[in-house]
């Protein structure tokens, strides 16, 4: 190329050679860098998707199926890869499922990209193009969509169990489906109906049992033993709760300083200053009727001493100790009470009542259950169990997937079909609408359309059926008007999904095409990679 370079004498000033060739380069090394991160997760797509084991520089082990996941913990160095492992993490924020799809999505439009740069047609056009498309596939996927009412819970148990069935714990999934179903229903707030905060359903890890265990729990549940010292109360009826923030010991110096006694009589006197000290405390705690305390951790000085839960347990008062700072505001929510900053403002008003309070055994170490709250805020706690750790890690990360896609429904409040079927169908009416529109972009709409095959594709593939047989047969159903065929992978043939109860919210759908078009066009438009030291 470089041979035929400008011709030594310029005529004018417009005929010099510009050379193309390093926008090309970096152009096509960063597709390829992205397609690789994509086929790193291909293959953990679907129902017989494969898991991956990933081996973190600190010996910590993670077995996972979830795509945000994976590629979270992947050290990604080139840029444009990296790009990919953000979109799973806004596909993550956004739907909470689908970040496996995402991925795989944008892999096959860069792939089809490839060729089309490779024909000569400019990026900003296929970038254009490929917003077109996207737009009018969001458009037929809603058309193809099924509304579906929060009170039908069936249809939402469904699309939890669609989710968790190309988990780890899918033979689990006919117990958390309905599990995170009641979990996101118990905390939907009838004003803001299509606002979930999944900071109100709190995740409790227990080892011990297995994942048949889980359970939701109406009330609170620490992962702490009660304070034992001096054999205070494990169990406390009509409990009145008091979420404390501060300390319940001997004051100490603000700087840091040691105070020399020399007389027996003046250290006396000190241990007994401590002594009324902690016990005017008390008496004002008890004044109020308050018999169960949560005090939180302290970084000062210690929260509480053995002789402030001497006393304490003297005064038949409960504690619970070492309470974590970000867990208060749960707490106070879920209990209706205040936090207490200072033992002056220790008031009867700013109490939680509750039925029962009590310490029970579980697997090997011990949990507090807070039962029967009264004016129970708008939160819920699970219980998650497992044999080792690996299992509840993933447990509670398929568990929130399913919280996720039930929060989509609400928020959104249609269904679409599962397995390929609305791939296809997009496929194919792009396909068709491809060939009404002139020029270049009728070629980019097409190869939109292609790509989009690869879900069934790698569907079919990991399931270990023919993917070239079963995608044929698929097109042919989806001509003929079948909308809702789509690969039954435990069966391995082609049926009507939504009959299979394999349904999956819209939004995760659009917003995974929405989110991977994105991320390619911006790709597309990168032509160079400015290293600055």
């Not at 498309?133 to 009170?151: F, H, I, R, Y």
Request: charged letters at 25%; proline letters at 3%; a neutral charge.
């Amino acid at each position: 190329m470089a041979a035929i370079a400008a011709p030594q004498h310029r005529s004018s000033k417009t005929e010099s050679y510009v050379d193309n060739k390093r926008k090309e380069d970096i152009r096509h090394a960063n597709i390829v860098a992205a397609r690789a991160v994509a086929n790193a997760v291909r293959t953990s797509l679907g129902p017989k998707g494969m898991d991956k084991m990933i081996s973190t520089s600190n010996d910590e082990v993670i077995i996972t199926n979830d795509g945000a996941t994976i590629l979270n913990k992947m050290q990604v160095l080139q840029p444009a890869a990296k790009m990919l492992v953000e979109l799973s993490k806004s596909q993550d924020s956004a739907a909470g499922d689908g970040t496996t799809t995402v991925v795989v999505i944008a892999g096959a439009l860069l792939e089809q990209c490839l060729l089309l740069l490779s024909h000569g047609i400019h990026p900003t056009v296929i970038s254009d193009s490929l917003h077109k498309a996207s737009v009018k596939a969001v458009d037929v996927l809603t058309a193809m969509a099924v509304p579906v009412e929060l009170s039908d819970r069936d249809s939402l148990i469904k699309s939890a169990s669609t989710s968790l069935n190309s988990k780890v714990v899918s033979q689990y999934s006919t117990l958390l489906a309905p599990l995170a179903v009641d979990a996101v229903l118990s905390v939907v707030d009838p004003e803001k109906p299509d606002m979930v905060d999944l900071r109100d359903i709190k995740i409790v890890k227990k080892l011990g049992g297995t994942v048949d265990d889980t359970e939701l729990v109406k009330g609170l549940v620490f992962d702490k033993k009660v304070s034992h010292a001096a054999g205070g109360p494990t169990r406390m009826e009509n409990a009145k709760i008091a979420v404390i923030q501060f300390q319940i010991s001997p004051p100490k110096t603000d700087i840091e300083q040691s105070i020399v006694v020399s007389d027996y009589s003046q250290m006396d006197r000190i241990l007994k200053e401590e002594r009324s000290y902690i016990l005017s405390m008390i008496k004002k705690i008890k004044a109020t009727g308050c018999n169960v305390l949560l005090i939180q951790k302290s970084i000062l000085r210690d929260a509480v001493t053995d002789l402030s839960l001497h006393y304490l347990a003297k005064a038949k008062i409960l504690v619970i100790k070492d309470v974590e700072r970000d867990e208060i505001e749960f707490i106070t929510k879920t209990l209706n009470c205040l936090p207490i900053a200072n033992i002056e403002h220790f008031r009867a008003e700013k109490l939680g009542y509750a039925d029962l309070v009590e310490e029970v055994s579980l697997g090997d170490g011990k949990i507090v259950k807070i039962s029967g709250i009264k004016d129970m805020g708008k939160t819920t706690t699970v219980l998650v169990r497992g044999s080792n750790q690996l299992v509840i890690d993933e447990a509670e990360r398929s568990l929130h997937d399913a919280l996720c896609v039930v929060r989509c429904l609400v928020a959104k409040r249609f269904l679409i079909a599962g397995g390929g079927a609305p791939e296809i169908e997009l496929s194919r009416q792009l396909g068709a609408w491809a060939k009404v529109l002139h020029g270049m972009e009728g070629y980019c709409v097409r190869a939109f359309a292609e790509a989009l095959e690869v879900i069934p594709y790698t569907l079919a593939e990991n399931a270990g059926l023919n993917p070239i047989a079963i995608v044929t047969e698929l097109r042919n159903r989806h001509a003929q008007g079948e909308i809702n065929t789509g690969i039954n992978v435990r069966k391995g043939q082609i049926t009507n999904i939504l009959e299979e109860n394999v349904v999956q919210p819209l939004l995760v759908s659009t917003s995974a095409i929405t989110l991977a078009t994105e991320c390619v066009r911006m790709i597309l438009k990168i032509d160079d990679i400015v290293t600055v030291r």
